[in-house]
């Protein structure tokens, strides 16, 4: 086995890190000697030790570009997931990472995946794909919003290998539309070196931060919306609950709250629903439940609630502290965003790929 020490090394860097990662997402990777090591689903870069890698065979993976797959995305994604596990070297019992494939394709010896809100704020605004191309030139490559897995893989082999026909060098980051970013070199220092100044270029262009100064809930508040959250939802839900004066104005009005009505990135979805529900008082709680429910087949784990705030839900604490945490972030990205030409959601069909896709599903059980 090779020494992962630099790939453990940049995993925690940016896992740890809440401006690049949230709720254990995110994938990291190394290849050495035919190899990939990439990181297992269910486990969190910010704490990831040599267990959490999954060792592949190059070759092996090579060899799925040549097969013929279903049309049809279950099936596919189905006997997609069939081959990747069939690749992993003799006595790896980890579920590589979904994007695995897509890291094999990368150039450079270590690849990191993150959802930065800040990137994100370019990747989900109209007109993130022709402010990328000024802040970042031939060093980045744009990709526009597919759904994940093999089509995605797909979709950036063949835009890399399009981007290097003229000449070009590899793209030492990739921007994926409503999903976030990959970047791939040799070495940590480079990672290190190409976040940082792409960070601070994205941080000197943006109009204005998240106002998060945060604003007092009224007493006893949660526990009331406990109780109400818990007969509305029909079992036993534990709460979060903040305020902020950024919360506030997007809670305000339908037309204030239109940004967040729809989510930015796969992560959302996962984490905390197919968006966040908002009412102007807590007793709507249990009517608007029901016209999401009819519409998402999901629950939202994320209330927004005119003059009072946003609170979560969840079956456990952790599941209601997570939901909190990612509708926050899709506060900031909508924030970013405005510098970008202005917030661009998910489309609903890409948002009910997510929603039924195994894959998904069996990260959010593992997480």
């Known amino acids: 086995m090779a020494d992962l020490t630099d790939l453990i090394k940049i995993s925690r860097k940016y896992g740890s890190d809440p401006a690049y990662l949230l709720a254990g997402g ?28 999954v060792r592949m065979n190059l070759s092996a993976m090579g060899e799925i570009w040549n097969k013929n797959y279903p049309e049809e995305s279950a099936a596919r994604e189905a006997e997609i997931l069939k ?16 994007e695995a494939l897509l890291h094999s394709n990368i150039n450079g010896r270590i690849v990191v995946h ?10 989900c605004g109209k007109d993130g794909e022709k402010i990328c191309k000024e802040l970042f030139g031939d060093k980045a490559l744009w990709v526009d919003s597919v759904n994940p897995g093999f089509i995605l893989a797909k979709t950036i082999r063949t835009a890399v290998e399009k981007h290097m026909e003229g000449g070009l060098p590899a793209p030492e980051m990739i921007f994926l539309q409503n999903h976030g970013l990959f970047v791939g070199a040799d070495t940590v220092t480079e990672i290190e070196d190409i976040h940082s100044g792409m960070m601070k270029k994205l941080a000197a262009y943006i109009k204005r931060e998240p106002a998060v ?5 009224p ?8 109780d109400i959250a818990s007969k509305a939802y029909g079992k036993k839900m534990e709460v979060c609950g903040v305020a902020t004066t950024e919360v506030l104005i997007y809670a305000e009005s339908k037309n204030s ?8 990135n796969p992560d959302q979805i996962v984490y905390s629903g197919p968006g966040p529900l908002r009412l102007d008082k807590i007793e709507d709680l249990s009517s608007e439940l029901n016209t999401f429910m009819d519409r998402w087949g999901k629950i939202p784990q994320g209330v927004l609630i005119k003059d009072i705030g946003l609170f979560s ?7 209601a502290a997570t939901a909190l945490a ?4 899709s506060i900031k990205i909508a924030v970013y965003s405005e510098s970008f030409g202005g917030p661009n959601p998910m489309t609903e069909d890409q948002i009910i790929f997510i929603r039924d896709w195994e894959v998904e599903s069996f990260r959010a059980k593992v997480q």
């Open 26 to 53: 995110g994938n990291t990777s190394m290849k050495e000697d035919g190899v990939l090591y990439v990181k297992a689903s269910g486990f969190a870069l910010s704490d990831i030790t040599e267990e959490g890698f």
């Open 83 to 98: 081959d990747m596990m069939a690749s992993r070297l003799e006595g790896e019992v980890g579920r590589p990472s979904v």
């Open 114 to 123: 993150t959802h930065p809100a800040l990137v994100n704020g370019m990747t």
């Open 213 to 217: 100064d945060e604003v007092p809930l």
């Open 219 to 226: 007493a006893a508040f949660l526990a009331d919306f406990s």
């Open 257 to 264: 709250f239109a940004p967040l009505a729809l989510p930015f």
């Open 313 to 319: 839900v969840g079956d456990t604490a952790r599941k």
């Open 326 to 329: 990612l509708v926050l972030d």
